[in-house]
């Protein structure tokens, strides 16, 4: 698991210096209110955030997926819909006019609505795919999900113990050659992000990487592990190769039961 220590320490010191219940004092480990002190929860959340997730996708909720980036527009709204009922489901098993009107009228609501755990227990996985030359916001989707597993850390005692990894599908390849794959093999979630055929290779050069990385996508699902797989490809236009390039794991994974397809493509 990654080291939070950096970040949770800077943001210990964020949320003492905003502490009613500190004066004159950085120190959040000072609070009177010890292990039930929530200024201490909510920092090691953002620690979490801000260790596993892509730099400048932390803050971002279904609240705030809009299909655009600045100005330009990614997404066309009825897609921007589609996509917030996929997420909806996932996270809180409710449509999102449903979710919508929770969070207008209390966040915490929100939070009582989720079925991460559920996820969580069921290995439940999601697959995120849409065209390469699209800039259409995998990435962000895939974080948005992972964010609300990050967030149910502190429900349980159970959740206390979850880890979490994200990793691009050309490191994985190369970890995996190399066999430095454990940590990220039994993360309890995991983002798998950029994934693409490599077309162009032999292929000898394809079963080889595909034998390679197998056995990491296959543990996990015999595991019953939620990994969140993010393809560079239109599914339904993938190329016939794929399993021979990718391998079986993957398949299983994509055809699982309780898997949820989002689409970012037409």
Not at 157 to 164: D, E, F, H, P, R
Request: charged share 30%; glycine share 4%.
């Amino acid at each position: 698991m990654r080291d939070i220590t950096k970040n949770k320490e800077k943001y210990c010191r964020y949320y003492a210096k905003r502490c009613e219940h500190l004066q004159d004092t950085d120190d959040i480990f000072l609070c009177p209110f010890g292990d039930r002190c929530t200024c201490r929860l909510a920092a090691e959340i953002q620690a979490y955030l801000h260790t596993i997730l892509p730099h400048g996708y932390q803050r971002f909720t279904i609240f705030d997926f809009d299909g655009r980036k600045g100005t330009e527009e990614l997404l066309e709204e009825k897609q921007v819909i589609r996509i917030k009922e996929k997420i909806s489901q996932y996270c809180w098993g409710l449509s999102y006019s449903n979710l919508r009107d929770k969070g207008a009228k209390n966040r915490l609501e929100v939070d009582k609505s989720s079925i991460m755990d559920a996820r969580r227990s069921e290995g439940d996985c999601v697959v995120i795919h849409g065209e390469a030359t699209e800039k259409s916001g995998r990435t962000l989707v895939a974080s948005i999900v992972l964010r609300e597993a990050i967030r149910r850390r502190f429900t349980s005692n159970a959740n206390a113990l979850q880890t979490y990894e994200w990793i691009e599908f050309e490191s994985l390849k190369a970890f995996a050659i190399e066999g430095k794959l454990t940590n990220y093999q039994y993360a309890d979630w995991l983002v798998v992000d950029n994934i693409k055929v490599d077309i162009d290779a032999s292929r000898h050069a394809r079963n080889y990487i595909a034998s390679v990385i197998d056995p990491f996508f296959i543990t996990r699902v015999e595991e019953n592990l939620p990994t969140i797989l993010v393809f560079r490809f239109h599914m339904r236009s993938a190329h016939p190769s794929m399993q021979q390039s990718l391998g079986t794991g993957i398949e299983r994974m994509v055809t699982k039961s309780g898997t949820v397809e989002i689409s970012l493509s037409l």
